[in-house]
């Protein structure tokens, strides 16, 4: 089974209305991060979240807001969804603990692609 | 402004040549870079990554190279095969988070 699963994997959906994608994870990291990646432009933090009572905006939250369920479950959701939202959106965990130093190597789950018409 | 840069999108190699994937950053405060490889319907996958205080990693046909004085980082595989066809992100890490280059799209042909 994989560690960090993603649902849905695929959504097509219509402007203004709104759309949640979920994110589980079996490693039983803290940190849980939502990404996005357009091409030509990489992948771009939008949340990200140290614990259930620890949220933080990331780059580009705008138009995103996130929900912190449990440890293993950190969701994304557009309020009302619009076409430059389209793109492919990436969930990951890391173990490091808050505040200490060293590398944050970030574990990513399969990805959803989100088509707002 | 793009903290983390990566200058070629897409490059071409034969297989069992080397390919060299170069990455530019702009804060010489991060404290480690590391590189993901994403395959088509995957999530990325971290593959190396380097401490700002060493000026190379190597792990397997993998190698990162640093250059602090340049803010440069490069990836060598060596001897690149088919299955290394995918996309390579660097990414520096300053504390709590990840800041992702743009990508190279790296085909190995036969």
């Known amino acids: 089974d994989a560690d960090v699963t993603q649902t849905p994997r695929n959504r097509i959906t219509k402007t203004g209305k709104r759309i949640m994608l979920e994110c589980s994870q079996t490693k039983g990291h803290d940190r849980m991060y939502w990404y996005r990646q357009d091409p030509g432009l990489g992948l771009r933090l939008i949340y990200y979240?140290?614990?259930?009572?620890?949220?933080n905006k990331g780059e580009i939250s705008d138009g995103y807001s996130v929900s912190r369920q449990a440890q293993a479950k950190f969701s994304l959701s557009l309020e009302s969804a619009i076409p430059n939202q389209t793109a492919l959106y990436f969930c990951a965990t890391s173990d490091r603990p808050p505040g200490t130093g060293g590398e944050d190597t970030q574990y990513f789950g399969p990805g959803t692609r989100l088509t707002v018409l | 402004d793009q903290q983390v840069k990566q200058n070629s999108p897409s490059l071409s190699v034969q297989e069992g040549r080397i390919s060299i994937l170069n990455c530019d950053y702009t804060n010489s405060m991060f404290d480690y870079f590391l590189w993901y490889k994403k395959y088509p319907a995957e999530g990325p996958t971290f593959l190396i990554s380097i401490s700002s205080i060493k000026d190379k990693n190597e792990d397997g046909r993998f190698t990162v190279f640093l250059n602090k004085s340049a803010k440069h980082l490069s990836l060598h595989i060596v001897p690149s095969q088919p299955g290394d066809s995918a996309v390579y992100f660097c990414a520096a890490s300053p504390p709590d988070k990840l800041i992702f280059g743009t990508g190279t799209r790296l085909q190995v042909f036969p």
């Open positions: 979240s140290f614990d259930v009572k620890d949220i």
